[in-house]
């Protein structure tokens, strides 16, 4: 069984910064893309940001130049370094990992619970 736990959520004024982190655990043979996403209230969940394993990473437009993500491959572990935070930044953030199974050949999508980032004005 494979666990994405997030931690780092939290309510922060506009202009702030916070540091989202997900840990991966479980019998788990190799991790592929790993990304994180974000659903504000009646808002469909979007990609913010996606890291592949050798470090090449893409953002959404609305974040480029304010987040930053990374990964520590040994800790199995994707962080989101958020800064310059504005009200619109306010969602619920989802990790997201492509993970091979031990024992399987194929790669699968697997989420975390979601942590809340709230940015007040």
């Known amino acids: 069984q494979v666990q994405l736990v997030e931690s780092g959520g939290g309510l922060v004024q506009a202009g702030e910064s916070l540091r989202l982190s997900c840990a991966v655990s479980?019998?788990?043979?190799?991790?592929?893309?790993m990304g994180w996403y974000r659903q504000a209230p009646e808002n469909q969940r979007e990609l913010v940001a996606a890291?592949?394993?050798?470090?090449?990473?893409a953002y959404a437009d609305s974040v480029k130049g304010r987040f930053t993500i990374s990964r520590d491959n040994a800790k199995k572990t994707v962080y989101l370094q958020m800064s310059s935070l504005k009200p619109e930044d306010t969602a619920v953030y989802f990790c997201?990992?492509?993970?091979?199974?031990?024992?399987?050949?194929?790669?699968?999508?697997?989420w975390g619970q979601g942590t809340q980032v709230t940015v007040s004005s």
């Open positions: 997201n990992a492509d993970i091979r199974i031990s024992g399987s050949l194929k790669f699968t999508s697997h």
């Open positions: 479980g019998n788990i043979f190799s991790i592929n893309v």
């Open positions: 890291i592949a394993s050798d470090g090449y990473s």
